[in-house]
T-cell receptor
Framework: KQEVTQIPAALSVPEGENLVLNCSFT??????LQWFRQDPGKGLTSLLL?????REQTSGRLNASLDKSSGRSTLYIAASQPGDSATYLC????????????FGGGTRVLVKP | EAQVTQNPRYLITVTGKKLTVTCSQN?????MSWYRQDPGLGLRQIYY???????DKGDVPEGYKVSRKEKRNFPLILESPSPNQTSLYFC???????????????FGPGTRLTVT
């Protein structure tokens, strides 16, 4: 059974510092991995999608890497801003039927001005 | 604008009173799904649908029903809600009629349900 872990559960950094968020998964047989942002009480905003054949994906200040063999993904956010404060979730799409995404518990990020 | 919409966004109800949470997408996606999010348990899949008239159970289907009569809509039905169904519910959609594809999934804004 696929398990996804995000450590740490919470992170606080000063504005301008680079953010490094970690995601690990137990079963390397995945189709893709998605990173989401969730603001308190709000929906999930898709940030990046990395296909299983890709090593990394970039969008603006965001860069996500994927090492499928070791079961790890890292989301980098450059030059963090207070507006980056949110919970970041990673989710893997495995080979099980149903297109199910298995989510990590999330990392709650606070960027202090 | 491409989006997944849910209604209502907030709902407080009483035990046993049937309710429906609607989900609609305008991206012509074949696949739609419902998740619930609970503290400490994360997001868990309730039901999913590969296409019109094709639905199946996810990990936590007990107490829920779904239907997929049209491609764009995938309502979640709680026939007799109970307090343990108090949760934040998300609808998601993507392309793909196969359970094994790699399309990005898009999520709605969520419905916060409280059952007293």
């Amino acid at each position: 059974k696929q398990e996804v872990t995000q450590i740490p559960a919470a992170l606080s950094v000063p504005e301008g510092e680079n953010l490094v968020l970690n995601c690990s998964f137990t079963d390397s047989a995945i189709y893709n991995l998605q990173w989401f942002r969730q603001d308190p009480g709000k929906g999930l905003t898709s940030l990046l999608l990395i296909q299983s054949s890709q090593r990394e994906q970039t969008s603006g200040r965001l860069n996500a890497s994927l090492d499928k063999s070791s079961g790890r993904s890292t989301l980098y956010i450059a030059a963090s801003q207070p507006g980056d404060s949110a919970t970041y979730l990673c989710a893997v799409k495995g080979t099980a039927a149903g297109n199910k995404l298995t989510f990590g518990g999330g990392t709650r990020v606070l960027v202090k001005p | 604008e491409a989006q997944v919409t849910q209604n209502p966004r907030y709902l407080i109800t009483v035990t046993g009173k049937k309710l429906t949470v609607t989900c609609s997408q305008n991206m012509n996606h074949e696949y739609m799904s419902w998740y619930r999010q609970d503290p400490g348990l994360g997001l868990r899949q309730i039901y999913y649908s590969m296409n019109v008239e094709v639905t199946d159970k996810g990990d936590v289907p007990e107490g829920y029903k779904v239907s997929r009569k049209e491609k764009r809509n995938f309502p979640l039905i709680l026939e007799s809600p109970s307090p343990n169904q108090t949760s934040l519910y998300f609808c998601a959609s993507s392309f793909g009629t196969s359970g094994r594809n790699s399309y990005e999934q898009y999520f709605g804004p969520g419905t916060r349900l409280t059952v007293t």
